[in-house]
Structure formats: structure tokens, C-alpha cells
């Protein structure tokens, strides 16, 4: 099931807040399995909320940032070539980074685009930081993240 047109969704009661954690009411979500299921039925709503949708029809869930969060980055290195490896807080399933998504926000957090560009995830303050190891500025002032030799931009939001 999907989101479509312009109906009024519900509530859910869920709220994930700025670091990724999840929350029903004041009771923190924390149990790996019922994590991994909602991160399976989350689908953007109009308007770039987030909702939970399932057989049982969809309801919005609350959301300070957004739910995806980057816990960690790996390089991982062959003869042929570079990959970014990124583990997502919460998702089991490692995620291969996209350079051409990685951005930069408001209090210069850094975000990027996830789940083949479906959705945004921003990076935790350690994630971030092993990211910047791979990010140098051009002599233009740009930045860059060099992955293979190539000089992928950081956009600014």
C-alpha cells in the first residue's frame, strides 16, 4: 500500500526525535526486531512527512528530523576501486553511499540520500567526523568528497 492524494492521515503517536531513537507516548521503542519493522513501513506522506503504512491502512508518525540515521562510515578498498559503507542506527542492512547525495544543513550536519534515494538520512556526530576524513576543499572553496579519485560535491541546503 501506498500514499497517495491529498487524504487526511492520523496520527500513529510515534515520535522520533533529532538522534533517531523512537518513542509510542513516553515509552521508548528500543526492541531490534519492532525497530526493523517500522523502518520497513515507513513511506514519505505529501508534504515530506513521514508516515507508516501497512495492510491496516497508514497514520504519521512525528518526526524531529528524520528517522534515518548514519551511526557509522567504512571505506572499504579493493584493487579496482572505493566504496562507502554506511551503517544505518536501528537497520541492519548496510547501505552503500551515493556521494552525489551527501549535503550539508542547518548547524552543518551532514545528510544524504538512502534506500536508492528514497529517503534522507543524517549523519551522527561520529559518522560525521569519519566522513570528513574523506572531504577535501577545491581550490575553488568548494568541498569534496573523494571517493576513487573523484571529487564529488557537497551541496549546501
Known sequence: MSLHG???LKPCGIYVDADGEWYHGENRIFRPEILELLYQKIEVAPGGQYALVDTNGKCL?????????V???DLEKSETEEKVILGLKH?????ILDPGTLSVGEDNVMYCRILD???KARFSRP????IA???EEAPTGEFLVMINGIGYPVSVE
Open 6 to 8: 491529498d487524504e487526511q
Open 61 to 69: 508518525i512525528e518526526v524531529a528530523d528524520t528517522p534515518f540515521i
Open 71 to 73: 551511526s557509522r562510515v
Open 91 to 95: 537497520i541492519a542492512k548496510r547501505e
Open 117 to 119: 534515494g528514497r529517503f
Open 127 to 130: 559518522a560525521y567526523y569519519q
Open 133 to 135: 576524513e574523506l572531504i
